[in-house]
């Protein structure tokens, strides 16, 4: 592995983003602003019943419009090759699995021509009585298996994970404990709601498709969109430099592709199509709805004796998608008696898709709101009781931890936020009509590495590297950061190296999803650097030859992979005001004290991180999404409904990291930063709120209903 | 989203015979709330008659220290106007309570007064709703109740009025000037809309053709303090669960004058004229305020979903009258 480590010149700066200032003025070009000449555009048509069969179709209104080229329907729909992934079999069967599904498209030379006569369609439905509540206590909660969606791993859950672990003899330790808690915690499905909407623009020339399309790995919807069609991947180019936002909603699924896709093809001209915002409440995926059971056991000097944590969790019936909501449980504190557990409710519901930390984000939601409940029964510092029952390894395998600072964030991060000055008691202070608590908890996210990146270095004589991987930017700075990766493994100032992402006609590249980017594309550009050297000593005498040099490597292995757990760990610790006649929560600041391994660009980094706590108190006190039993659709899918937090509801957030590099994760020593920051504001939140009012949400999000006095 | 005719009229008088004789028009002004339901189709007229040019959007001294102000005065303009931050400061508080910076340019003080519910069920028409097709059923009577009415619903609809501009303009007692085919008339603001009854299709009184050409502040008197407080789901940029416009006069320990107008709780925006009935000469304190606003409340007919509007409203009823009560010592 290549060490670049010794010699840090543009990592750790704080570089400005290499694509600031095209965002800024708005020359970005964003997936359907990409010029294609005599382009037609596509609306879709939805299902307006949630479980069942189309019966009849009626098009003759909608085709007889001016300007309309063909409506597509399972009727007519071209024959899809069978998917694995059986969200991408659009229009290929008149079953109904969820309400808002495609159930066809209007193909139009005008947006406004394909919309009208969207209108005009009319389906008749056979439906079946549809299931969409999910229980703790149904009948039909089953095991999850093969729902691992990452790279090759096996495994029951989308992380790889196996749904269940059982360490020792948790329940007879439970009922002997002299502390105990038994507890349990929801949260709400939530929607990703990226600003940009899902868009692809699509045309066939000579057998092969180009999608430009907003996605979170190009590579991997190549690899989508080819399986599906058909067609040899090599035929199949997506491109997507630019990407506004995705927070996992654009790595799955790609079924509005391949439905433009599928028109392009019929209609013989490239089609354009961007999701409405209410559309992308039904099609585009969402975090499930989480039930969870919590047990602990300590005993009189507050150590923890056993740890239980039991989930069950929407899913749909379409497909059998798995979140990680107790993995995090099996790592974070020690206890010789463990038990975690995952069930799946199959819904007649729009698929799910990982969200914004997937599973960690709801799981620490439960686990640390539970870890405030028991260090207040053990009658402990919420602090301290973390810190006496933190692990030496890993307590389920048994590894050692790749690097583990989190004691450090929980002392460093209390030192910051004042935490020694705080009075324990609940409902003790005030200020006029505010009551004002403070609360801490935990964070924690994996960081993996994941397969299927390579890249590719071309120099010239006068030193320019031109650096390829077809990675992706959601916004976060990757462009940035590549650079400053690759100026460093080259041994050369940041000017002479340019970068280029989002295009499948470059080397593969992993999806942006995880908090696996910068570590798997990172190594990557690292082992074509260490190639490149090499091959110019070796070869060329360590001159660039005239016609330039060009190398190629893939992400080499890391054998410290299997011999180490590798996460990103963090403390966060949140002051709130709630208003003692009305319920409503304030956060007047947010503090995040970060183990990230080696922060490749502090300013890019904190930005992700203050993000990331940004939406961890967006799911605490705002989001929601609200599904009717009785239609089975999300009522408030809009911007005017479904609440994320507005610039008015955040003020004071800072995020800080503690110095350390990782020896194991990579050759740069960096750790995922992407998602960490999410997780465990939540509860952090939820914390605070009982230290201001004495009353425990268990409940997200925690609304003022909920504390109305 | 259906095509449409977009039309100007050269007056106010042609464009209310336009619209009059145009069975599927509508005025556009704003927009603001039209084009997103003409997006969704909750909304399909032919023909659009853009009135914006033709009303005033003018703020005018009336002879008895009030105020006219034009229909087409931008919500952020009246919001800004200094004559209504000094005199009417609950209204100026209101109208930036609502919205975004960015709807309240385009937004009109007519446009505001006519914006439809935002009841998730009216604007999503793959769902029943007595309001959008009538006779369908109400979704949100056993649906997400959350946003809905706690007072005045009947069985039929249970959506709210979103405007907060509106319910300050109730408790400061102002009307509407509305033109017709049979001319001009005037309506108190709180007579200007309805409760849903039988018909929650008729948002208002206004007969089809008629347009509001301006509404009209009374002088402000001695109603100060006042003030307009908004309780909701974030900081900005949501509908109110609850809001309360007040303004409150004490002397000697006495209320001497109180206005009290509730938002987020009606389909109209709600005068609490019996709060303020047992207010008047009571005691000024806290126990006063509270019974009022229980007196107030007594006939609130909640659902299950927003039985929490009752203690919020009542709540915030108190803490904005006695806030009031020590601003004015």
Known sequence: ?709 | MKPFRYERADDVSSAVTALAEEPEAAFLAGGTNLVDLMRLEVATPEVLIDVRRLISDRIEELPDGGLRIGAAVPNSDLAADDRVRRRYPMLSQALLSGASGQLRNVATTGGNLLQRTRCPYFQNVTTPCNKRAPGSGCSALEGHQRDMAILGSSPACVATHPSDMAVALAALDAAVTVRGTDGERRIPVTALHRLPGDTPERDTVLARGELITGVELPPPAHLIPSRYRKVRDRASFAFALVSVAAALDVADGTVREVRIALGGVAHKPWRATTAESALHGAPATGESFRDAAAAELARATPLPGNAFKVPLARNTMVSVLLELLEEGR
Not at chain 1, 378 to 407: A, K, Q, T, W
């Open chain 1, 1 to 709: 592995m290549s060490d670049v480590r010794a010699r840090p010149h543009a990592i750790g700066s704080p570089m400005d983003r290499i694509d600031g200032a095209q965002k800024v003025t708005g020359t970005a070009t964003y997936a359907y602003e990409w010029p294609v000449e005599h382009a037609v555009h596509l609306y879709p048509l939805q299902s307006t019943i949630a479980a069942g069969r189309i019966t009849s179709v009626d098009t003759a209104e909608a085709e007889a419009e001016p300007g309309v080229l063909t409506v597509l329907t399972h009727l007519n729909a071209p024959s899809l090759t069978r998917p694995d992934d059986p969200e991408l079999a659009v229009l290929q069967t008149d079953e109904v699995a969820w309400r808002g599904q495609f159930t066809g498209a209007v193909v139009a030379e005008t947006l406004e021509a394909a919309r009208a006569a969207a209108g005009l369609v009319r389906f008749g439905y056979a439906p079946r009585e549809h299931d969409v509540v999910l229980r703790a206590d149904r009948d039909d909660l089953r095991k999850p298996e093969h729902a691992a969606q990452f790279g090759s791993a096996p495994g029951d859950l989308q992380d790889g994970s196996p749904a269940d672990s059982l360490l020792g003899d948790a329940d007879a330790a439970l009922d002997s404990a002299p502390v105990r808690l038994d507890a349990t915690y929801t949260t709400p499905m939530y929607h990703n709601n990226p600003m940009e909407p899902h868009t692809a623009v699509v045309s066939w020339d000579d057998g092969a498709l180009t999608v430009y399309c907003s996605t979170q790995g190009s590579s991997f919807s190549q690899m989508l969109i080819a399986g599906v069609l058909g067609l040899p991947p090599d035929r199949v180019r997506v491109i997507s430099p630019h990407v506004g936002g995705g927070f996992g909603s654009k790595v799955y699924p790609h079924s509005y592709a391949v439905l433009a896709a599928m028109a392009a093809r019929t209609v013989r001209r490239p089609v354009k199509f961007a999701l409405t915002r209410q559309q992308m409440f039904a099609l585009v995926g969402y975090r499930p709805a989480s039930i969870q059971r919590i047990r602990l056991a300590a005993d009189g000097d507050g150590r923890l004796t056993a740890i239980a944590h039991e989930v069950a969790e929407q899913t749909a019936k379409a497909k059998g998608y798995a979140d990680q909501v107790a993995v995090c449980t099996r790592l974070m504190y020690t206890a010789p008696h463990r038990r975690t557990t995952h069930r799946l409710a199959p819904l007649d519901i729009p698929v799910p898709t990982i969200m914004r930390a997937p599973g960690e984000g709801q799981g620490m939601f439960a686990l640390e709101s539970a870890m405030d409940e028991m260090a207040l029964a053990c009658g402990m510092d919420p602090v301290e009781f973390r810190i006496r029952n933190e692990p030496e390894v890993h307590p389920e395998s048994g590894l050692p931890f790749s690097s583990r600072h989190l004691v450090a964030c929980l002392r460093e991060g209390a030192r910051r936020a004042g935490w020694e000055r705080r009075d324990p008691a609940p409902r003790a202070r005030r200020d006029g009509r505010w009551l004002l608590g403070s609360g801490v908890a935990a964070s924690t996210y994996p960081s993996p590495r994941l397969p299927g990146s390579s890249a590719t270095i071309r120099v010239t004589p006068d030193g320019h590297h031109r650096v390829l991987i077809a990675a992706a930017d959601l916004g976060t700075g990757t462009w940035t950061t590549l650079t400053q990766i690759a100026a460093d493994a080259l041994g050369v100032p940041v000017e002479q190296v340019e970068v280029r992402i989002g295009d499948t006609a470059l080397p593969p590249a992993s999806v942006a999803g995880f908090s696996s980017g910068i570590s798997s594309w990172g190594s990557s550009i690292c082992a074509a650097a260490e190639r490149l050297r090499q091959v110019l000593e070796s070869d060329h005498g360590g001159t660039v030859p005239a016609q330039g040099l060009e190398v190629t490597a893939d992400m080499p292995a890391n054998p410290d992979e299997d011999r180490y757990a590798m996460h990103s760990f963090g403390a966060q610790f949140a002051e709130v005001r709630v208003d003692r006649d009305t319920g409503e929560v304030r956060v007047a600041r947010l503090l995040g004290m970060f183990d990230v391994g080696r922060v490749i660009n502090p300013k890019t980094v904190r930005s992700q991180l203050m993000g990331g706590m940004t939406q961890g108190m967006s799911m605490a006190l705002y989001e929601h999404s609200v599904l009717d039993p009785r239609f089975g659709h999300v009522v408030n899918h809009d911007f005017g409904q479904y609440h994320i937090a507005a610039n008015a509801d955040v003020h004071a957030v800072e995020a800080h990291w503690v110095h350390e590099r990782d020896p194991h994760t990579n050759a740069m020593g960096s750790k995922g930063a992407g998602e960490v920051g999410i997780v465990g504001t939540a509860a952090a939140i939820a914390n605070a709120v009982y230290h201001a009012t004495g009353v425990r949400v268990r409940d997200l999000p925690i609304t003022l209903d909920k504390l109305l006095p």
